[in-house]
């Protein structure tokens, strides 16, 4: 399981480009004077697109770019003549590559200022700033956030913000996205990341003869990671309610799908690239389902989102006051999001062959 795994982009991105070269159609998406460019794959010649993308947060894309080598190794070279005659398999490898080779989430915006998150950068109106989407309860947690890292302290004021501002919605508006504060957390910019201009000019390329599509981002950091039995979720997320299509297409296909109750009136994220693609293809004649796959990270249930936010809002605090994020900092983020631990690699590795199986049972069913 190991030899999936990587720990820059540069290795993470070889690796993938020798396994898909072997298996399917290897392309690149390049911008001009970008370093981190984006290759993917197409296997198969089908009308129905099936797609999978890593790295759209940088640092989760390590698991993301892992699980994508094994299904080029594992899965790739079983598909049938006629699935890949119905079907083509996209693989997307590592959308956000500075924030892997940085272990960031987020990806910086040089020209802007601020750590853009991705996934709050998509499919928003940036031509008038005054229209942009309004999040006035993260304003209540921003400067706790940004403050001094101050390890026992910060971690029990954001403990009591969580209990103070459990049910008015102020600690969930944390992580829906804002528009106003270019170091705040899950910023989504000030306009469309070159990453979010290359990633949908893929898409509009997969889309170009497309009768359906299906889109699945890897994701790691929502659900459990239990160190002592080295047991780790794997869940998909689907932006909807439980009695909608979108949910309903992916229960058939996966065991545990999670949906998102609160969305009756319209997407919970603000700027979320699943919408983003619903929104861009989706009609009658052209369904389009979409989910992300979260591995969990999380040892504490409380705890976990608690020190995932202490470790975003002291990076930030680092790179405003001193210019680069400190080594503790940055290892903090990384044991956040992609753990050291083998047992947790390995049981990863293990949830994502078992998603590319179900996905490919399931479209063998439909015959």
Request: glycine content about 8%; aromatic content about 10%.
């Amino acid at each position: 399981m190991q030899k999936y795994y990587s720990e820059n982009w540069y290795q993470a991105t070889d690796k993938f480009c020798k396994n898909a070269s072997q298996h399917g159609d290897l392309r690149w998406c390049v911008a001009d004077n970008h370093v981190f460019d984006i290759p993917y794959v197409t296997i198969g010649r089908g009308p129905h697109k099936i797609v999978v993308n890593s790295g759209v947060h940088g640092l989760e894309g390590y698991f993301g770019s892992a699980a994508q080598n094994m299904f080029l190794d594992k899965i790739a070279c079983n598909l049938s003549p006629e699935m890949l005659a119905r079907y083509t398999f996209v693989l997307i490898h590592a959308i956000n590559g500075w924030g892997m080779q940085n272990r960031m989430r987020e990806v910086l915006d040089v020209q802007n200022g601020g750590l853009v998150d991705l996934n709050r950068n998509f499919g928003v109106d940036f031509s008038r700033p005054d229209t942009l989407p309004q999040n006035p309860k993260y304003e209540l947690a921003h400067d706790l956030l940004l403050s001094r890292p101050d390890a026992k302290t910060k971690k029990e004021k954001i403990k009591q913000f969580r209990r103070d501002h459990l049910h008015d919605g102020a600690w969930d508006a944390i992580s829906h996205g804002q528009y106003t504060h270019p170091y705040g957390l899950f910023y989504g910019g000030a306009a469309p990341m070159v990453e979010n201009k290359m990633t949908m000019h893929i898409y509009d390329e997969i889309m170009r003869d497309a009768q359906s599509l299906t889109s699945i981002g890897l994701h790691t950091g929502l659900g459990r990671f239990n160190r002592r039995q080295g047991t780790v979720t794997g869940q998909l997320l689907v932006s909807h309610p439980e009695n909608h299509k979108n949910t309903q297409y992916f229960t058939q296909m996966y065991p545990n799908v999670i949906s998102d109750e609160r969305a009756i009136d319209g997407p919970v994220l603000l700027g979320d690239l699943v919408d983003c693609l619903e929104a861009r293809y989706g009609s009658i004649d052209t369904p389009v389902y979409t989910a992300d796959f979260e591995i969990g990270t999380g040892e504490f249930p409380i705890m976990s989102p608690i020190y995932k936010r202490m470790d975003m809002g002291d990076a930030r605090y680092d790179l405003i006051h001193h210019g680069c994020i400190s080594p503790q900092t940055i290892k903090n983020l990384t044991e956040s999001w992609y753990p050291s631990d083998a047992r947790w690699r390995a049981a990863a590795i293990q949830h994502a062959n078992r998603l590319f199986e179900s996905i490919v049972g399931f479209y063998q069913r439909m015959k």
